[in-house]
């Protein structure tokens, strides 16, 4: 098993400029979820999915879209990409979705907005 | 809302000593308790988890116990290598309702130890 894997490692944009970030799990897990880490402030939820065609918003959901179409792929788009944005993204999966479940994160995504 | 505590870093501790991380949770009814570390250019890896009062959680020398009566689950090991130099990350998760399965992170802790 690859386990999470994310694509790309690292990315430059300009402002205003869409990208997506990429995510796959290949575990046949159902919960997936997008985190984002900044400095001092720990790991704070963007979007998650509960399985193939469901998706909710979390803590920090403005400027970015979701969209879960299989149970493997979970892509993150940045619609226009602002400073504020620069951060390391975090992608994961669980089993199931409950709250006892061991998540699994990918090797984080570095982004860089200019 | 729910939300996680947990101490300010960085630590720094010499080889073979007694390292404890705390941390302090809020939370409505009984959620369950994550400890994650990330080693360097890593992604988060789940170190041990409770999901009961008074449970511990341990794994690789490292221990914890959910205390509801302080709201805590302290991490603690008796002797650190060099190896265990990384971020710790103290978390949460409900058991219940439209948010179950989300974790809830405090800011980290970065220990470093020295040979």
Redesign the interface.
Known sequence: NAG?TQTPKFQVLKTGQSMTLQCAQDMNHE?M?W?RQDP??????IH?S?GAGIT?Q?EVPNGYNVSRSTTEDFPLRLLSAAPSQTSVY?C?S?P?????????????TRLTVL | GDS?TQMEGPVTLSEEAFLTINCTYTATGY??LFW?VQYPG?????LL?A?KADDKGSNKGFEATYRKETTSFHLEKGSVQVSDSAVY?CAL????G?S?????????TKLSVKP
């Open positions: 999470v919960y979820s985190y001092g402030m720990g790991l704070r939820l998650y509960v909710d979390g975090f994961a669980s199931r979705g409950t709250g006892d479940d061991e998540q699994f994160f990918g090797p984080g | 996680v959620p369950s994650y890593e992604g988060l890896q789940l988890k999901t990350f998760s409900q058991n219940y439209g179950q399965g989300n974790l809830i992170f405090g800011k980290g």
